[in-house]
C-alpha cells in the first residue's frame, strides 16, 4: 500500500511539471550509431517517468538507444529547464546544481583514484571534462593533478557554477565544439555517454582532441545491469538517456573510434562500469560477440514474461 502511494504521489509530482514530451520535436534513426545496421526490436513503449518514449534494440550489435530521440534543440530545452527538476521529481527531493555537489565530489573522488596510477606515468597538463556539469569532478581532478581544465556542458545553470570554481567553460555539446587546433592530455566523459545525441560522433571528436600520449576515461550506466536490477526495461529506459549501452557495446564503440582499454572500474554500486583508455588503433568492424546479442534478448524477454 505504502509502495503504491509513493508511486502514485511520484506521479503527481512528474504531471505537476507538465513537460509534454510527446509534443517535442524527434528525429527517427534508420542507422544502428555503433554498427550502421538497420534491423531493430522496440522493446520499450514507455520510460520510467511514463513518457512515452520508445526504446528500440539493433538485432545486429544489441545496441539500445530511444528511437525516434528528441532533437538537439529539444534536448538543450529540456536540460535548461527541465532535467532536474524532473530528476528531483522523480526521486522526491531536491536535486539541483547545488544540492549535487557532494555526491559528484565522492565520486569524483573515487575515479581519480582508478586513474592515478595512470596519470602519473604521463605528464598530463590538460583536462577536458566532456558533459562536465557543474565542474566538481573537473575541480577534484584539477586539483589532485595539477591541471588546466576545461568543462563543456550543455546545461547554462551548470556551467555557471563550474565557471565560479575558476574553471575554463564552453556551454554546448562536444559534437559542435570547435576547440581551435587544441589537443587535451586528459579527456573525461563521466555519467555522460548515455545522454549524448551521437555517441560515434562524440567519441571520434573526442579521440581527435585527445593528445598522443593522452587519457580518455569514460563510464556507462551498465544497461544490462539497470534492467536485471529493475527487473523491467521500462525502468531502466529514460528520456534523459538516448543511449544504453553494456559492457560488450561499450568496448565496440571504444575499438571502433580509436581507443585501447588500459583498465576498467566496476564501481562500487555494481552499476557504472569506468573505462580508462588510450589512443589505439581504429577496428572499424568491432562487434559485440553474437552470443552477447541472444543472451540479451532471452534476458529481456524473460524479464518481460516472467514464469508464474
Ligand atoms: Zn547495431
Redesign the pocket.
Known sequence: MGAKIGSEARQERIAALGYDYAAKPVRRTLR??????DRFATLAHRDRYGYPAKADG??????VFLNPAMTGDAYAEFYTNVYRPLVSAYHGRLIDAESIQDEQRDYASARADFIEPRIRERSCKTLLDVGGSTGVVAHVMKERFDLLATVIDPAPLEIEVARAFGLKTVTGFVEEYDAGGATYDFIVLCQTVDHLLDVSLSLSKIRNLLSGEGLFFVDIVDFRAAYRRNGSVEKAVKIDHPFYLTDETMRAYLARSGFDILAIDCAADHLHIGYLCAPGRHDSNALPDPQFVKDQWREIRAIQNPLP
Open positions: 544502428c550509431n555503433l554498427c550502421g545496421g539493433c538485432l545486429r550489435c544489441g545496441l
